[in-house]
């Protein structure tokens, strides 16, 4: 998600194992969360559907459906090296990644139990 800072949050990085020397490696949980909440950020409203899922998500398989081809603000590496690199580390930009993907885990939390106990 961008969240007005020029911060990116998006699915899986291409091989989160792939920089052993970094400090922070980004843990995606392949929650497809990022992917369901495009709303949240205007640099994404090309490729949501108009519910805040992307065009390009497969709610069966919960895994985007061109991986391979995503656009580079899918790519958390690819877009700090292209974008973000003069402005911040890539420690800073993973750990507020990691900050977003919290913060949208929560939020979905925090709506699923308000339906549940609106159910009980
Ligand atoms: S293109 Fe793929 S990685 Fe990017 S938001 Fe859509 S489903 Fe997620």
């Known amino acids: ?5 020029g911060i990116v949050l998006n699915c899986t990085t ?3 194992q792939r920089q052993p020397g970094a400090l922070i490696v980004f843990p995606c949980t392949k929650c497809g969360l990022c992917c369901k909440n495009l709303d949240k950020s205007s640099v994404y409203s090309y490729l949501n559907r108009g519910d805040g899922t992307c065009v390009n998500f497969d709610s069966e398989s919960n895994l985007c459906k061109i991986y391979e081809d995503r656009p580079l603000i899918c790519r958390i590496d690819a877009y700090h090296e292209q974008i973000l690199s003069a402005s911040m580390s890539r420690d800073e930009y993973i750990a507020a990644n990691i900050q977003s993907c919290k913060d ?3 939020a979905e939390e925090l709506s699923i139990s308000l339906i549940n106990q609106e159910g009980s």
């Open 104 to 106: 949208i885990q929560a």
């Open 1 to 5: 998600m961008n969240h007005g800072q």
């Open 14 to 16: 291409e091989n989160p």
